[in-house]
């Protein structure tokens, strides 16, 4: 397979933000006989190790429904599962993966370290990699070029400027000094110069006492706490994220540093099995990345992922999980649209029709008194003639709006129409 970053990202809003052309640029299809075989590289030992195990479960639930519904164009999907380590190690696996088993993409790695290093792998193979994580500001798009097959699923530490922002409205006026313990590598420090900038920006007006940097994979922590209960912080932030989050939490409680310091553990949600009452104090923020297993407006599947895998595990599922599951069933996308000359991956957050003939009534005031009947005009930009609706498909991004100008091409909103089946098969345009 030789898909690009350009070419997978022809039709996304992010591309077309930047000026995506209209015609897309036909894409080499994939093979036609075979099983679809996806490489998955997923930690397996150490403190990263529950993580890895989390994200190989949502791959693997993906993997069951695609093969069940008839696999991809026909083609039963196979999981070639190798080991996310170290640095090095992880990039010969990739490289296996690629050269020896012959997979058509590369989903896994959680490790930001991990993540920098195979990027360019994936660049100098010329094989589409999906990370399940790698969330830092020195990510991939960052440290090569031009990127065009290194993807990752989710977006720099929203984790932690998510738990920073909820620990400024529940903290404000309550702390004085803080303190950090992250691992020494770029996300925890990105995670922590993070935290720091929205203390600031919501005027805090704390000072920070002790930063902390224990390398990832280090177990003990005993000197760190005394360091800490020496400080006397009013709250300690950490961005652990792995096996690493739990065995702090119990070091920190056995010595008394939890009853007296509040805490924020930005990514501790994606061990949450693993924080037992006993030792997790009451009142700790607690970070999740995306999926949350007790999420009241879950959609039906993500409430049908949580009881298959609290059934079969005896577990509640973690946001890895979630990003699993989301590279798999992204992939069948490019698949599915081979034959035509555009394939899109991205999802779609907004899809609206807008009647050029509806009329409206302004209200304005207190009184709501109309101001006059008035009648849509077609958007300019879709180049919609004034007598036909025009349809309003995009993304959800911060920022301003703006629109997709690769949607007006038949061919690409006719794939991304496809996720709103059975229902697009109802619209009339």
């Not at 020896?100 to 195979?118: C, E, F, H, M, Y």
């Not at 409205?169 to 996300?187: E, H, L, M, P, Q």
């Not at 069948?332 to 991205?346: I, K, Q």
């Not at 609706?389 to 949607?407: H, L, Q, S, W």
């Given at each position: ?25 036909p894409i080499p299809a994939f093979a036609q ?354 007598g036909r609706p025009d349809m309003i498909v ?36």
């Amino acid at each position: 397979m030789r898909i690009t970053r350009r070419q997978f990202l022809k039709v996304s809003g992010a591309a077309a933000a930047a000026g995506a052309t209209v015609r897309l640029s036909p894409i080499p299809a994939f093979a036609q006989s075979g099983p679809v075989k996806i490489g998955v590289l997923a930690a397996k030992a150490g403190v990263t190790a529950p993580v890895g195990e989390s994200g190989l479960r949502g791959t693997q639930w993906a993997v069951e429904r695609i093969n069940a519904g008839g696999g991809i164009l026909g083609r039963k999907v196979e999981l070639v599962v190798e080991e996310e380590s170290n640095p090095k190690d992880t990039v010969e696996r990739f490289r296996k993966l690629v050269l020896q088993q012959k997979v058509d993409v590369v989903t896994g790695v959680v490790s930001t370290g991990v993540g920098l290093a195979i990027g360019p792998a994936a660049e100098e193979e010329k094989r589409l990699l999906l990370m399940w994580d790698g969330t830092t500001q020195k990510g991939v798009e960052e440290t090569i070029p031009k990127p065009r097959y290194a993807f990752r699923s989710v977006d720099n530490e929203a984790e932690a400027v998510m738990a920073s922002i909820l620990a400024a409205r529940r903290f404000k006026g309550r702390i004085k000094t803080v303190a950090g313990i992250n691992n020494d590598y770029s996300y925890g420090r990105d995670n922590w110069a993070a935290f720091l900038a929205i203390m600031k920006k919501y005027g805090m007006n704390v000072t920070p006492v002790v930063e902390l940097w224990p390398k990832l994979g280090e177990t003990n922590f005993t000197s760190h706490v005394a360091t800490l209960q020496q400080a006397k912080p009013d709250l300690v932030f950490c961005s652990f994220w792995s096996g690493d989050a739990p065995i702090l939490l119990k070091q920190a409680h056995a010595a008394g540093l939890t009853a007296s310091t509040k805490l924020v553990m930005t990514t501790a949600g994606g061990v949450h099995e693993q924080l037992k009452k006993a030792f997790s104090p009451e009142g700790m923020i607690l970070g999740y990345n995306s999926l949350y297993f007790d999420d009241p407006k879950a959609s039906p599947l993500s409430k049908e992922f949580t009881r298959w895998h609290q059934e079969k595990f005896r577990e509640w599922p973690n946001y890895e999980s979630d990003h699993g599951y989301f590279t798999v069933v992204e992939y069948p996308v490019l698949e599915a649209s081979r034959r035509g000359p555009a394939r899109s991956v991205t999802d779609l957050d907004v899809l609206a029709v807008r009647f050029s003939r509806a009329g409206h009534q302004v209200i304005r005031g207190t009184a709501h008194r109309p101001m006059g009947d008035r009648t849509f005009e077609p958007d300019p930009a879709l180049g919609c003639p004034s007598g036909r609706p025009d349809m309003i498909v995009g993304e959800v991004k911060e920022g301003p709006a703006r629109f997709n100008p690769a949607t007006r091409d038949p061919h690409v909103l006719g794939i991304a129409l496809a996720r709103f089946r059975p229902r697009a098969k109802r619209l009339a345009l």
